[in-house]
């Protein structure tokens, strides 16, 4: 792959700060509707390339295949590569394969197979066909790693030297060897069979005498990635041990790529999103550009479920008609005791959820974080089992009733914490991830044990009579 | 402030893959309830300053203290570095103050700061007083910065050199310049008056011929981060343009400092926990260490607004009293409108939230984000009233209720998606963080809509008598 892109990248990097402002935004909208393409063109010149994608992403649809023929040759592999994936996939076909190929051959090999990937079968493979055989084999060696691990976000031209290498020789290699990568931050140092033995980070080496040995340079303890390792877990090492890069290798052990920290950081903030999606229940791909058919798809499901969970709730309380038609105000009070008790649930869910994937929970600690949550329940059903006891006891000057509600309530925000916490480590242990179905099941519980509670409690205490 | 300390943190990273497994935890607290320090320092060793701090994250609060004995002088400013906020603060009360003051001395600058900030009033002038004058005064320089302010997180000793100097020249000067910092991955061109005017990366330094001077090797556009920017702010320019490290510049536009993309990896992490921790309403720094008391304190504030918002709710009902006892049956279906409704409003929340996070929303594609919720919803809406309104006709044998749930909960599924939307942008547009206080508006709208569509329509249809 041609290793400058990263640095024509940065040739248009703005000045100072970031570049695409809502007016330039509209103002191009604005060519594009008078089909004054050279001047949308020239309204994006000075835009960096993660700037141009993401006014791709920010315009109507419609407007998106007009932009692109205006761009021309300007909407190359930089800006691709920083494009979600919904957009790109639209952006792409609008291209024909034979740009494609172009684009993709411009590519360092982790943003080409993330780019192929996206490709259906037939034209992802028309377009290898057009590229450069050694860029063609190396993606397909990416696309044979599983989807989402080492192996397909890593670059395949790390910098290695043996460790009899004097730092000088080192140098002298790296200044006149015309096929290595532009960007580079750590070499590697490999034993005769190309396993790491070492790393180097280049300010070491900098600042090391010419005469010594990488083997004296190089920190021997590394971090090393195999190429199967999920990114989630590549992601973790990284900040754990503040990586700028890791040498990933195959499973004999030898160097067959590296990883850099700017990839990590968009995998963080998408690890990020789908907890956030996948807890609210919006599938994990949702963004704002996910086709409208895609977004439907993935949140009916959950809206379904949440369907089959409030029947269970609407069941429970069926089982006490009689003691609401004796009472018509336990049925204006029972959402009150099942909507907080949900949300001290949802409370507790995402800190567990989160603390799972930050890595701060985990068996050694699960037990006191229940205890806690525990006590935490405690301490806020007692409060608004005062707030609410007192305020229905005023309001309809019925201190049984409020006793029951301030029960029901302490009952309900308690059982709220302890499935907050318990359902996501249930699933984690289960080897299921914890935010996908956490909430559906903690809702239901928080429902019907909030409805059995007040409705149960009402009914028990003599308030009314019995279940029917 | 000490270079070598990062290098010294690697020189503990284990030789392969991460280091803490729960064994070794049981293994420590074992030893540390038999009072074998030894031992247990022992089992320690080998593990990675990070990893000592995830030990220390794990065990009981009780086994903190006699852990932070048994390590002594390993208990040091890279293992302080890596721990959490409350763990830390419990850790450093166990410490005394001249121990803080050793410890601050050995760290970098910004993680110096980031400790002293966290110290009351009294200790952290105590300690200050007790480290080195230039490293009070980088640091109290620093903390003249807002919080979570670039200012805060740089390093102060960025390398930089003037433009006509040669790659020779500055490779003789980092070779034997003792004062340098040991871990550098760009050096920054600067003009007379200290104004960086470009960026080499070391890799383009490593490969330009001797002979040629800085000004034709660095890249002249770069992206500058004022001192005052907030760190939110910072992390998405190091996404947006793929950065390692950005120079950071005052109010004149003199270079004072370099921010390294390892820190920005975990503001990114803790910028999306808050998201997710503050629209669930749990505070924003709740994970699984803070103490209980800390905890009630932030849930508390959202359950009981929720209390209120859920008042409202019950307001609603209480309208529709008399249709109630009319119909009991009313009262055991009205919970399913407002909870699948509540469901709908939390998906498009959460894609809105993160979407404003991510940068992917803005005004110039607000119009169109609303346009799609709405259809989404309209789908979703048509969907889940076909299934509820033919199980209800089955169920009770009459199609007028069904027809009624049907119409409430297309009617609520269409409002939860507006509110969804609107209501987190309109947040952002008012100044306001749009994962703060949505959900309980949000849910406040979902609740009250779905009981008044549900017991509303049931009245006007004439399924049952009017409100009293």
Redesign the interface.
Same mark, same amino acid.
């Given at each position: 792959m041609a290793a400058p892109t990263?640095?024509e990248?940065?040739?248009? #990097?703005?000045? #100072?700060?970031?570049g695409l402002d809502?007016r330039r935004?509209?103002d191009i909208v604005h060519a594009l509707d008078a089909g004054e393409r050279e001047l949308a063109a020239a309204l994006t010149s000075p835009l960096?390339p993660? @700037?141009i994608a @993401?006014l791709f #992403?920010? =315009?109507?649809r419609h407007h998106r295949a007009p932009l692109a023929r205006a761009l021309g040759n300007r909407l190359d592999a930089d800006v691709l590569a920083e494009m979600?994936d919904w957009v790109r996939d639209e952006v792409l076909e609008a291209l024909d394969n034979a740009r494609v190929a172009e684009v993709v051959g411009d590519l360092d090999t982790d943003d080409a197979v993330a780019l192929v990937e996206e490709l259906d079968a037939a034209d992802a493979e028309d377009v290898l066909a057009r590229i450069d055989p050694a860029d063609r084999i190396a993606i397909e060696e990416a696309l044979a790693y599983p989807e989402e691990s080492a192996g397909r976000i890593m670059r395949r031209d790390p910098v290695a030297a043996p460790e009899h290498w004097t730092v000088g020789q080192l140098?002298d290699l790296? +200044?006149t060897e015309d096929g290595?990568?532009?960007?580079?931050?750590e070499v590697f140092v490999v034993d005769p069979s190309h396993h790491p033995i070492g790393t180097a %980070?280049?300010?070491?080496?900098? +600042?090391?005498?010419l005469g010594v040995t990488l083997g004296d340079v190089m920190?021997? #303890?590394?971090?090393?990635i195999?190429a199967e390792m999920d990114q989630e877990e590549v992601a973790? %090492?990284? *900040? *754990?041990?503040?990586?700028?890069s890791a040498a990933v290798v195959d499973k004999g052990g030898r160097l067959v790529g590296v990883i850099? !920290?700017?990839d990590?950081?968009?995998i963080?903030?998408q690890e990020?999103?789908e @907890?956030?999606?996948r807890?609210?229940?919006?599938g994990d791909e949702? @963004? !704002?550009?996910e086709p409208?058919?895609e977004?439907?798809k993935a949140?009916?499901r959950?809206?379904?479920a949440?369907?089959v969970?409030?029947?269970v709730?609407?069941t429970v309380?069926?089982l006490f008609?009689d003691a609401?038609?004796q009472m018509? !105000?336990l049925?204006?009070?029972?959402? =009150?005791v099942?909507?907080?008790g949900g949300?001290?649930g $949802?409370?507790?869910?995402?800190?567990?959820?989160?603390?799972l994937a $930050?890595?701060?929970?985990? %068996?050694?600690?699960a037990a006191?974080?229940v205890v +806690?949550e525990i006590?935490?329940a405690v301490?806020?059903g007692l409060? =608004?089992a005062t707030?609410?006891g007192i305020g229905v006891t005023l309001a309809f000057g019925d201190p049984r009733l409020g006793a029951v509600i301030a029960a029901a309530m302490l009952t309900n925000?308690i059982v709220a914490g302890l499935a907050g916490v318990l359902v996501p480590l249930g699933l984690e242990r289960a080897g299921a991830d914890p935010a996908v179905a956490s909430s559906v099941f903690v809702?239901m519980i928080t429902?019907s044990i909030g409805?059995l509670a007040f409705l149960g409690l009402a009914t028990a205490s003599g308030l009314v009579g019995g279940p029917a």
């Open positions: 990263t640095t990248a940065q040739r248009h #990097e703005p000045a #100072e700060t970031g809502q935004v509209a960096h993660a @700037d @993401d #992403e920010q =315009i109507e979600t140098l790296v +200044r290595l990568t532009q960007d580079f931050w %980070r280049l300010s070491w080496l900098m +600042r090391a005498p920190q021997r #303890e590394q971090t090393l195999p973790f %090492r990284f *900040q *754990q041990y503040a990586l700028i850099t !920290v700017d990590i950081v968009h963080v903030q990020a999103s @907890d956030i999606l807890l609210s229940g919006a949702g @963004d !704002v550009n409208v058919t977004a439907y949140r009916i959950w809206l379904i949440n369907l969970t409030a029947l709730a609407s309380i069926r008609e609401i038609a018509v !105000v049925a204006t009070l029972m959402p =009150i099942a909507g907080v949300n001290a $949802t409370q507790t869910l995402a800190v567990t959820v989160r603390a $930050t890595r701060q929970l985990s %068996r050694a600690n006191r974080a +806690r006590r935490i301490l806020n409060t =608004i707030v609410i925000i809702t429902d409805f």
